[in-house]
Each structure stands twice: as C-alpha cells, then as structure tokens.
C-alpha cells in the first residue's frame, strides 16, 4: 500500500516537474517576445517623433509662405 501511494508522489512529482520546464520554456519565450515588441514600440516612436518634427518644420514654412503672400499683396494694393 505504501509502496503505491510513493508511486503516485513520485507521478505527482515528475508532473509538477514537466509543468515547471514547459512554465520556464513559456516564460523565455515571452520575455524574448517583450523584447521583440519594445524594440518595435521604440522604433515606432522614433518615427513618430520624426514625423512631428517634419509636419513642426513644414507648418513654419507654410507659415513662412503665407506671410511672403500676405505681403506681396500688400505690396500690390499699394500700386492700385
């Protein structure tokens, strides 16, 4: 009788064993996907910021032109 409940701690044990390594294995391959994704997240970011800095840059210039506009047609009234 005793010998058959070893057994069974024994089964329960290599179980708790497998369930353990396969958690372990699981948990590397998440951390190796976290990884994946942050440097994707970083990458995503940077070109966002580039993207921001471009359309700050474009909305100057277009700034820009629209007061070079503003007078010359300023200019222009002046002549009629």
């Known amino acids: 009788m005793s010998l058959e409940i ?44 580039a993207l921001e800095q471009e359309n700050a840059r474009l909305k100057a210039d277009h700034e820009a032109w629209q007061q070079r506009i503003r007078s010359l047609l300023g200019k222009i009234e002046e002549v009629e």
């Open 6 to 49: 070893l057994e069974q701690l024994e089964a329960k044990v290599q179980m708790a064993v497998d369930t353990i390594s396969l958690l372990q294995m699981e948990i590397e391959e998440l951390k190796e996907k976290n990884e994946t994704l942050s440097s994707e997240s970083n990458s995503i970011r940077e070109g966002r910021e």
